[in-house]
């Protein structure tokens, strides 16, 4: 794989950031691809390892040795299309994408992974530059109509597979424009919309059917699914948020992050922020209560508005910087990372905003009810009487935050209701669609659920590895068998 040794001779490099100063000026892609010289040598890292743990680090199984064996060759072209066995968005996961599988690279064991996350997107990027994405409608028909709900990464990789079986593909978006979360949950400056925009116009070329604006089960009755369409796949995530249960969550000026960053890339893409429909953190103190993916979507969003400061708490203790002992490879590592938005901040303010061990006890508004201090506790965290951790305060360790917006960045707890009670979808203990993973099938006859729907909030990786199973046992109940991977 790659060249003998390469991962002794070269050292890993991976994209370069633009320096956070300017990159906060604009709303564009905070990073820059590697020159295809260094990509070959960072595909030439990649180490013949007998057994690529790599394929089981991701979802997908993608196949990074094939193709960086390819990258290192020349073979451009044929790598994009070993990439495409197994992913239908590459361009998504080449910028989103955690890297699971990186964290089960071999090479990591003895030094720094290969980057198989930069090298996935420039491949990709790529063959969208060179034209080898082109649209490739099926050659026939099966007669057979799917309607898919939801038009996040679940959703498009199932219409995409469906699609490519040959069946007739409908799929419903409730918001103004196809995505999902890659349109209005993740950043333009993390995941440009024109790269949304691009697979969506593609796939519409090879004949998906995409109506936006229209809420199935408020807009379009749940049961008409039932009767206009041969089998249904519901992709809706799990967009219900975990509400803060303190005193003050409903004042004026506290909202949930998922809120915010939507208003944002909605108003950026319609009017570049002139029309002034957005949630603005400018001149404002921002506390952003959770962290994760989210939480510094938040902090780099609110940077970039011009906030006069930004605060990011967390109630869980700071990762360690290398794995523990109950995190071995290959699992993903459990560790301490700076993220875009942290080192934004740092830039700005001089410190990382993240705070530790903080937990919130109440927001205090003032007189008009809009609200102007978060009030918070230290915590640490001991084993109670069943083994379980849990957070006991530290007397004297109180604190008056001053904010004037405040984002609550908590994560979500299942899909909303409505869609599911019309249908008559059964849920599991979690709220969540009940449906055993690898055959997708709900409790009706030819409905199928995937992606955060079915397994609840997860990653874009993870949701188009549904997608594509769930289109494959559709698939089957259609047609008695499938050719779908």
Partial sequence: MGKPGGFMEYQRETAVTRDPIE???????????????????????????????CHNGCPNHNLPPEWNELIYRGLWREAYYRLSKTNNFPEFTGRVCPALCE??????????????????????????AEGWVAPQPPAQRTGKRVAVVGSGPSGLACADQLNKAGHSVTVFE???????????????????????????????????????????????????????????????????????????????????????????TRSLLNSNHRDGQFISATDKDVIIIGGGDTGTDCVGTA?????????????MPQLPPTRGANNPWPEYPRIHKVDYGQQEAMAVQGDDPRHYNTMTKRIVGDELGRVK?????????????????????VPGSEKIWPAQLVLIAMGFIGPEDQLLDQLGVARDERSNAKADYGKFATNLPGVFAAGDMRRGQSLVIWAINEGRGAARECDRYLMGETFLP
């Fill in 23 to 53: 990159r906060l000026k604009d709303w564009q892609a905070f990073y820059t691809s590697l020159p295809e010289a260094k990509l070959k040598n960072q595909a030439a890292r990649c180490m013949d390892c007998g057994t690529p743990f």
């Fill in 103 to 128: 964290g089960s690279c071999t090479v990591g064991l003895i030094g720094s992974a290969v980057t198989i996350k930069d090298i996935e997107r420039a491949i990709i990027e790529k063959a969208f």
């Fill in 174 to 264: 409730r918001a103004d424009r196809v995505g999902g979360l890659l349109m209005y949950g993740i950043p333009n400056m993390k995941l440009e919309k024109k790269y949304v925009q691009r697979r969506v116009e593609l796939m519409t070329a090879e004949g998906v059917q995409f109506v936006t604006g229209t809420e199935v089960g408020k807009d379009y009755p749940a049961a008409q699914l039932l009767t206009d369409f041969d089998a249904v796949v519901l992709c809706g995530g799990a967009t219900k948020p975990r509400e803060l249960v303190v005193e003050g969550s409903k004042l004026a000026g506290v909202h949930y992050a998922v809120e915010f960053l939507g208003a944002n």
């Fill in 303 to 315: 940077l970039r508005q011009g906030c006069r400061s930004v605060a990011q708490l967390e109630i």
């Fill in 373 to 393: 201090e978060v009030h918070t506790v230290q915590v640490e965290w001991i084993k109670n009487n069943e083994g379980r951790l849990v957070p006991q305060e």
